[in-house]
């Protein structure tokens, strides 16, 4: 595992957010002077930060790195829909709070699926 090699990488997309353009034009390229497994390459591509996370990356470098990858719309939702496995978190919330969260989030990215659908844009994340 070379959790210490993901993390330089997050942090130097943190330090110069024009590395970002280069990671996007060619990930695999990108990634060529990283000692990184192939497993860790593509749970990058994925931004799989709970696969990351539970190998040792910091948890905070996967949370600054997410908004550069993913952009800032669902932040912290989807972010943290990924480091729940899958579901949101109640956070504490009453049920009708937490139902109504998810309601509105589903709501949402059906809307920003449509939209994109419509402006030509449908291949980008909702």
């Given at each position: 595992?070379?959790?210490?090699?993901?993390?330089?990488?997050?942090?130097?997309?943190?330090?110069d957010p024009?590395?970002?353009?280069?990671?996007?034009?060619?990930?695999?390229?990108?990634?060529?002077?990283?000692?990184?497994?192939?497993?860790?390459?593509?749970?990058?591509?994925?931004?799989?930060?709970?696969?990351?996370?539970?190998?040792?990356?910091?948890?905070?470098l996967a949370?600054?790195?997410?908004?550069?990858?993913n952009g800032?719309?669902?932040?912290?939702?989807?972010?943290?829909?990924?480091?729940?496995?899958?579901?949101?978190?109640?956070?504490?919330?009453?049920?009708?709070?937490?139902?109504?969260?998810?309601?509105?989030?589903?709501?949402?990215?059906?809307?920003?699926?449509?939209?994109?659908?419509?402006?030509?844009?449908?291949?980008?994340?909702?």
């Open positions: 595992m070379s959790a210490n090699a993901v993390e330089r990488l997050f942090w130097e997309f943190g330090d024009s590395r970002m353009d280069r990671f996007n034009a060619d990930p695999e390229a990108y990634m060529a002077d990283y000692d990184l497994e192939p497993w860790e390459r593509q749970a990058i591509i994925d931004m799989d930060v709970r696969k990351l996370t539970d190998s040792g990356v910091s948890t905070l949370m600054m790195v997410w908004p550069m990858m800032t719309g669902d932040i912290p939702f989807d972010y943290l829909k990924r480091m729940n496995y899958g579901t949101l978190p109640r956070m504490g919330l009453k049920t009708s709070d937490y139902m109504g969260l998810r309601t509105f989030l589903a709501v949402r990215g059906a809307w920003r699926r449509v939209k994109n659908l419509f402006s030509g844009t449908a291949g980008q994340p909702a």
